[in-house]
C-alpha cells in the first residue's frame, strides 16, 4: 500500500536539516572539505556536492556528462549517476560548492512549499521502488540529507544533530526495509521473534516476526527471542552501512535472547544501495 506522508511535517524537516547543512558547512575550512568520509571515494566536499545534485536533478537539470568507468565504488545505474554529478563538482572549492548547495535547495524549497498534501499523496517512482507516494520520495529525500550530514559530522569531529523529529523521520523510513533486513540480510530463521529497542532520541521498539517471511507486528504473544538494544543513532549508521557493529557490541549494542542469532543480526543491519 501506499505511503501517505505529511507534506507540512517532511518540508519543514528538508528546510532545517538543510538548514543545518548550511550552518555546519560554512563553519569548516580548505583542509575540513577535503577530509574523507566513511563512503568509500569521498570527501567531505564530494558529500555536500551529492546532497546539492540531487536537488539540481529533481528541478530538472541534466546529469553531467563525465567518464566515471572503473570507478570501484560505483555498482549500479543510481550510483554511476551519483557519481557524475560528485566528479562535476571536483574542480569547485568548497565555497562555491556550498554555493551549489545553496541554489539547489533554495529552488527546491520553493516548489516544496508551493505544493498540496494531494501532490504529496500522488503516484510516483521513489528509489525504494516505483509504486508508491512522491511524500514517500521526499521522506527517502529528508533520510538521504540527513545521512549524508551525519556523515560530514564524523568526518570533521562535529557532534551529532540529535533532533528527536529528523531522527523520527528517519526511523520511520528505515522500519520499512526491517523485514528484509531480519529476513534476507540476516538471515534469521523460522519461527524466531526479534525486538529491537532504540534509546536516545525517538525511542522505539521494533518487533519482527519470522513466519513465512519476516515481517513488522505490533507485537508477540511471548517473548522475544533474538533482542538487541542500542541507542538510535547508532542504529541509523548501522543500517545505512555507515558503521562496523563489532567493535559496539557488548557495549552500546546489548544482546539478548539466543546470542548467536542476535549478533547476525547486528552485524547484519545494513540495507541501503
Given at each position: 500500500?501506499?505511503?501517505?506522508?505529511?507534506?507540512?511535517?517532511?518540508?519543514?524537516?528538508?528546510?532545517?536539516?538543510?538548514?543545518?547543512?548550511?550552518?555546519?558547512?560554512?563553519?569548516?575550512?580548505?583542509?575540513?572539505?577535503?577530509?574523507?568520509?566513511?563512503?568509500?571515494?569521498?570527501?567531505?566536499?564530494?558529500?555536500?556536492?551529492?546532497?546539492?545534485?540531487?536537488?539540481?536533478?529533481?528541478?530538472?537539470?541534466?546529469?553531467?556528462?563525465?567518464?566515471?568507468?572503473?570507478?570501484?565504488?560505483?555498482?549500479?545505474?543510481?550510483?554511476?549517476?551519483?557519481e557524475r554529478w560528485v566528479a562535476s563538482m571536483r574542480a569547485l572549492s568548497g565555497g562555491e560548492v556550498l554555493d551549489v548547495f545553496r541554489r539547489a535547495t533554495a529552488q527546491r524549497?520553493?516548489?516544496?512549499?508551493?505544493?498540496?498534501?494531494?501532490?504529496f499523496d500522488a503516484p510516483s517512482w521513489t528509489p525504494a521502488g516505483p509504486d508508491e507516494t512522491y511524500g514517500r520520495f521526499m521522506r527517502i529525500r529528508h533520510y538521504d540529507s540527513?545521512?549524508?550530514?551525519?556523515?560530514?559530522?564524523?568526518?570533521?569531529?562535529?557532534?551529532?544533530?540529535?533532533?528527536?523529529?529528523?531522527?523520527?523521520?528517519?526511523?520511520?523510513?528505515?522500519?520499512?526495509?526491517?523485514?528484509?533486513?531480519?529476513?534476507?540480510?540476516?538471515?534469521?530463521?523460522?519461527?524466531?521473534?526479534?525486538?529491537?529497542?532504540?534509546?536516545?532520541?525517538?525511542?522505539?521498539?521494533?518487533?519482527?516476526?519470522?513466519?513465512?517471511?519476516?515481517?513488522?507486528?505490533?507485537?508477540?504473544?511471548?517473548?522475544?527471542?533474538?533482542?538487541?538494544?542500542?541507542?538510535?543513532?547508532?542504529?541509523?549508521?548501522?543500517?545505512?552501512?555507515?558503521?562496523?557493529?563489532?567493535?559496539?557490541?557488548?557495549?552500546?549494542?546489548?544482546?539478548?535472547?539466543?546470542?548467536?542469532?542476535?549478533?547476525?543480526?547486528?552485524?547484519?543491519?545494513?540495507?541501503?544501495?
Amino acid at each position: 500500500m501506499p505511503t501517505i506522508v505529511d507534506h507540512d511535517a517532511i518540508v519543514a524537516l528538508l528546510e532545517s536539516t538543510w538548514a543545518a547543512i548550511d550552518e555546519l558547512y560554512t563553519g569548516l575550512d580548505d583542509v575540513d572539505y577535503d577530509r574523507p568520509t566513511c563512503c568509500p571515494g569521498w570527501t567531505v566536499r564530494d558529500q555536500l556536492a551529492h546532497i546539492a545534485a540531487t536537488e539540481l536533478s529533481l528541478s530538472g537539470e541534466a546529469v553531467p556528462e563525465v567518464d566515471v568507468g572503473g570507478v570501484a565504488h560505483v555498482r549500479n545505474e543510481i550510483g554511476g549517476m551519483n557519481e557524475r554529478w560528485v566528479a562535476s563538482m571536483r574542480a569547485l572549492s568548497g565555497g562555491e560548492v556550498l554555493d551549489v548547495f545553496r541554489r539547489a535547495t533554495a529552488q527546491r524549497l520553493e516548489t516544496l512549499k508551493g505544493m498540496t498534501q494531494a501532490d504529496f499523496d500522488a503516484p510516483s517512482w521513489t528509489p525504494a521502488g516505483p509504486d508508491e507516494t512522491y511524500g514517500r520520495f521526499m521522506r527517502i529525500r529528508h533520510y538521504d540529507s540527513f545521512t549524508h550530514e551525519h556523515d560530514t559530522r564524523e568526518a570533521v569531529g562535529a557532534a551529532d544533530r540529535d533532533d528527536p523529529a529528523a531522527v523520527a523521520s528517519c526511523l520511520d523510513e528505515t522500519a520499512t526495509a526491517l523485514g528484509f533486513v531480519v529476513g534476507r540480510r540476516a538471515g534469521i530463521p523460522e519461527g524466531q521473534r526479534v525486538r529491537i529497542e532504540l534509546t536516545g532520541p525517538a525511542a522505539r521498539t521494533y518487533s519482527v516476526e519470522v513466519t513465512d517471511r519476516a515481517r513488522l507486528v505490533d507485537g508477540f504473544d511471548g517473548e522475544a527471542t533474538v533482542g538487541l538494544t542500542m541507542p538510535s543513532p547508532l542504529f541509523l549508521r548501522l543500517t545505512a552501512g555507515r558503521r562496523d557493529a563489532g567493535p559496539h557490541v557488548g557495549r552500546e549494542i546489548v544482546l539478548s535472547g539466543d546470542d548467536e542469532l542476535a549478533r547476525r543480526l547486528a552485524t547484519n543491519l545494513a540495507f541501503t544501495i
